[in-house]
């Protein structure tokens, strides 16, 4: 019995923030099968684990539209305000983000900080 | 400005008509979300709160942040991201839906509003906001599941056996096999087999040494390797599994490995094992071990991984020749221990109740010690259900009293909805005390427990082979177990341990539990050793082999019971029972049941005395119960019982479906039992149809019927699979906040209770999942043909199931002491060969009817000896449990003469057969004529029934070994053995146990009495001079018994042997007697008579060819006597004479009297 390959080569997604890993599917602007569904960035997809229909996709990450690393879709890792940035360059270049953001992003530090102590 | 005012008051969001023509938009048939689905509606109700949202946002104020923006701006960056001035949450979103189509085809949308035809139809802006609202629906989908990733991956790597991954994985690919070694809570269950399998590792087997984990692994594990849906990861248990041909990684119980074994030697079609538990000692488990080892030598690609608590590793890693071991620590927060050793005058002393008073005071010492609001419940160790049931009662008049607790208990006889409470969470400021068995030590996890309290006793199965008995008694627990029960406080955070014994006891526990292997009657796996072709047992190399003299006892027990022959091979009937997944005695009975036209009941009976009893003891002392219990009683016996409640139980599901639920609660039975036996049952069928017992059926439609009724019953499946599919998503569902009443009432026949939770248990529709299974399972129509079959049997049937049970289940048969008589109900008194005085268990029909056991009073003019009766009883029992007392259960009483001529091993008799010793423990006394009547009509039936037994069981293992099914759909239920032969024999039994009225004692032999039993050896034995013919099988030889002297007429009857025979006159034992079928007429000895008996038949019965002596038959013959002739050579004559069996005898007789 061989082990077979199709785990073994399966495209692997890894966010270079937090390391989750974990299989894609497709990678684009189109998943299949989604109609009139377009993403606006080429996104790394796989088939939605936790749903039962067979269709549903889910995006697990793009690259970032500055530095262009891989990184996941998690709020900790990064956002999308209408391009992909990784947290590093959101960090980087805060002032151009909106202030609603930029509150969020603060808001988020602190209640993480409370968290941890 | 608010966008509902500007949508004019033609546009209203709530009309279905708005909606609809939004979805003529968004969601059409081929779209990504389409109308009708869960997920569209999904979408309206988040519509809805969507626009709330909104409203709400827009009146307080959206633009609050504007000014916000500052002088940055001017600041010098690197470079410009391009981002848009004003902030708005629609660019947050990185999914656009495009459907500028099918707006343009609708005249809608961007055309200016004046030319709209349609006043009603939506303009531009309605579109706008379903649009956005829809990617907000799709975005909050995304975040949702991608959330539930990252949480499984984060929970994943947190887990102390992550660290080890790599190693696992380099290990198993270089070594045949591996120890991991971890405690609770490192997640190697979960974890090692992924690992393997995303290494690239397929066909991987992990065994459990319980059913329950095979599922919930698979569910997780399928769940956390994101295969939910699919069927990559998969479980087999006995009766059920979702494995597929795309199964990669399969969770299965030893049990059934070992069966996979016995079918495919070499287990080609897996690469990698994991055995998961093997701490843990079951009998399977050690026994799968030795297996595997001896099979890693013909597999060297075999990768074996044993995983363990870290409990004696060095023995594991030792037997598969200093196999690496990885050790893996456990995540365990810290508990606390103290050591509250009962004293003195707390402590039980023996038959008395516990004193609840040290479990009390830890009740106690928690309210005083810890806030109510610091949550964290109580597991309470007990030995068993009787202790349990003491504390529970005091501690729930304390939390009667201080309203602070919930007390449950936990315990394998508790129906399972009142086991599933457990896991319920208790209300704020109160905690849950759950009083348990060991069974929450291993097989039951309950979270959120942060005090353990362990009373350091556990009761545990034994077997005395002395007594034959299983025996139930309390012991201290290990070191091991202790430590065990200590990690159920620390599984959630930081937990306390009460040791109701003192650190020096600890001290003095046995570092582990006895194995399984070590405390059990090994008759099962003896049997199984033997037909996987392991040659002797007793050189087998076992883990920690089992004492020398447990496996002498199960070879000679199954040698008595006809699975091994003398020289220690399987038998047929052995390889047989080899396959049925049963005690040798349920087996037995089967195939026993299979020759006869008595398969249905004797499946029904199989399968129910295989199973726990279906009848709660809870629900025995409730009046209502035991009424409508009433009509389902048999005073046959408990298997009758059992019987009547399965075929009235299929009745109500055929007629009522599943209003069954109810049925059973109004009755006290626990109808997971019944499902268990109807497929049970069914597998029975199975096998012994595979076996060739049973006639294969005639491919016929699902239910009979046209095409009609056949899409029908299609449509319904296809309906059945879709609730099922349904429930297993709903499945792991929230958990009930229980209510402080809920610990009060034990009782478990409380209606409105069960009907909540079983209709909370299916996700809130009232949907039975057990009677779904059910039906996908079983035609109901076939399997109310079964039980009708089985149901309203004639006395005569009955009698002879009577007699196949207790074939079945013999030696383990009970005779009613000779005083119960005179004692009162509960004080009857039994006694099997090997103990005496045990007790019928108080849930046997008989507890509550001991009078039909009593000997009739009539009996007693009769004899001479008072005790003389043809009305004696036994009892045959499927188990024999001592506990605090040696109990019997399962019984079904038999008429005792009958039962025991037919059945018994050994029958020893006198001179003229007025006394019979059976087995050397049970003494029968006749009287003249009517003794050799019966021992003769006895051992006739036993030699055509034995006949027809090996004919059949041949048949059947040559049909199934050719591969080729012995016949293609005729009548005959058994080639080679003919119906007319099978219904004579039937008849001739039935006749025999119902129409023998001969009066005779019984009465147990003295232990005086056993010793001086036999004759012994007797050199000067008359016949003793040349082997002498047998004259019941002809062709075999009547030897003297080197033993207990006498003569050896058949393998089970020893003639003359018993000490008061009165040899010296045993030639004027010679009576007159005429042949009923020939016209001899002669003073014969009982020996002759019964030989001529055996051999004369009347004419026309006559067996056209002898199994054994078909050469020494003449052709021609056409007398009766003339047919059974043979050639005999007398060496005193020196002459070849033709003669029977009879005259045989005669012949040498002559010459005993002219030599004397």
Known sequence: MEPTTDEVSQNMFNCQLCSLSTPFTYYGQKPPNTRAIVLLEECFVTKDPFSPDRERFLILGSNCSVCHIPVCVGAGCSIFYTKRFCMQCVNKHMDQFPSQIQDELAKKKRSSKKGVS | MSERRREGPSWDWDSPNCRAQMDQIFFRQHDYIQKGTTEHKEFWTFFERFQRFKTKKEMSGSGVAEGHRKEERDRKTTIDLGLPKDYDGRYRINISVCTKDVEERLGTGRSDQRNRHSSSGPRSQEIAACRLALLHFLDFNQRQSFGKLAKLRSEQKALPIYQYRDRIVELVQTHPVVVVAGDTGCGKSTQVPQYLLSSGFSHIACTQPRRIACISLAKRVSFESLNQYGSKVGYQIRFEGTRTPSTKLLFLTEGLLLRHIQADGALEQYQVLIVDEVHERHLHCDFLLGVLRSLLLCRPDLRLVLMSATINIKLFSDYFNSAPVLQVPGRLFPIQVMYQPIPAEEQPSRSEKLDPRPYLRVLQGIDQRYPPEERGDLLLFLSGVAEISTILEACQAYANHTKRWIVLPLHSTLSLAQQDKVFDIAPPGVRKCI????????????????????????????????????????????????????????????????????????????????????????????????????????SFIFIDPPPASSIQTAMTYLREQGALDPRGELTSMGSLLAQLPVDVVIGKMLVLGSVFNLVEPVLTVAAALSVQSPFLRSAQHNPDCATARQPLHSNQGDPFTLLNTFNAWVQVKGERGGASRKWCRRRGLEEQRLYEMVNLRRQFKELL????????????????????????????????????????????????????????????????????????????????????????????????????????????????????????????????????????????????????????????????????????????????????????????????????????????????????????????????????????????????????????????????????????????????????????????????????????????????????????????????????????????????????????????????????????????????????????????????????????????????????????????????????????????????????????????????????STEILKHKRQHMHSGR
């Open chain 2, 689 to 1140: 149809r595979s076996h060739g017992l049973l006639e294969v059926l005639e491919e016929r439609a699902p239910s009979g019927g046209g095409r009609g009724q056949r899409r029908e019953r299609l449509t319904e499946r296809r309906k059945l699979h879709q609730l099922k599919r349904e429930h297993d998503l709903a499945e792991g569902g929230k958990r009930k906040v229980l209510r402080l009443e809920d610990g009060q009432e034990v009782d478990s026949g409380s209606d409105t209770d069960q009907d909540r939770r079983g209709k909370e248990a299916t996700g809130g529709q009232d949907v039975d999942i057990q009677e779904v299974k059910f039906k996908l399972r079983h035609n109901l129509s076939e399997l109310q043909e079964e039980a009708a079959a089985s149901q309203d049997l004639s006395s005569r049937q009955q009698s002879l199931l009577k007699l196949l049970l207790c074939r079945g289940l013999y030696p383990q048969l009970a005779l009613p002491d000779e005083h119960n008589a005179n004692r009162k109900d509960s004080e009857q008194v039994f006694h099997t060969r090997n103990k005496q005085g045990v007790v019928i268990h108080p849930t046997s029909v008989f507890a509550s009817d001991p009078e039909v056991l009593h000997v009739p009073e009539e009996g007693n003019r009769e004899g001479p000896d008072k005790g003389d009766s043809s009305r004696h009883q036994l009892l045959a029992f499927v188990t024999l449990l001592e506990t605090n007392k040696p109990y019997i259960s399962n019984c079904v009483r038999v008429p005792a003469l009958q039962a025991l001529l037919l059945v018994a091993n050994s029958l020893d008799s006198n001179a003229d057969c007025t006394r019979l010793v059976v087995d050397g423990w049970l003494e029968v006394g006749l009287t003249g004529e009517g003794a050799l009547n019966v021992l003769s009509a006895a051992l006739t039936l036993r030699a055509d029934w034995e006949r027809l037994l090996l004919a059949q069981l041949g048949q059947g293992t040559l049909g199934a070994g050719g591969g080729s099914r012995a016949k293609s759909g005729g009548g005959l239920g058994v080639p080679g053995v003919s119906r007319k032969d099978l219904e004579k024999l039937a008849d001739g039994l039935v006749r025999f146990l119902l129409y023998t009225e001969v009066s005779y004692s019984l009465c147990r032999l003295t232990g005086l009495q056993v010793q001086n039993l036999y004759v012994g050896p007797q050199p000067q034995t008359e016949l003793s001079e040349g082997p002498a013919p047998n004259p019941l099988f002809p062709g075999k030889e009547v030897k003297p018994d080197p033993i207990k002297g006498g003569l050896r007429v058949t393998n089970y009857f020893t003639y003359n042997c018993l000490t008061d025979s009165k040899d010296l006159y045993s030639e004027c034992l010679r009576t007159f007697w005429t042949c009923p079928h020939c016209d001899l007429y002669s003073p014969l000895t009982p020996l002759e008579r019964m030989s001529h008996e055996a051999t004369c038949k009347p004419p026309g019965e006559q067996q056209p060819c002898q199994d054994k002596e078909g050469e020494g038959v003449k052709a021609a013959s056409s007398s009766s006597v003339a047919g059974l002739t043979r050639v005999y050579h007398c060496d005193v004559c020196n002459q070849d004479l033709t003669l029977t």
């Open chain 2, 435 to 538: 009083i348990s068995t060991n069974i929450a030590e291993t097989s039951v996890t309950i979270d959120g427990v942060r005090f353990v309290v362990d009373s350091g006793k556990v009761k545990e199965m034994s077997f005395d082979p002395k007594a034959k008995m299983q025996r139930l008694q309390e012991f201290w627990i290990s070191r091991a177990s202790s430590e065990q029960r200590k990690g159920r406080a620390g599984r959630t955070g930081p937990g306390v341990c009460y040791r109701l014994y003192a650190e020096s006891d600890y001290e003095a526990f046995a570092s582990y539990p006895v194995p399984e292997i070590h405390r059990v009657a090994l008759d099962s796996l003896i049997l199984q050793m033997k037909s996987m072709g392991l040659g002797d047992p007793r």
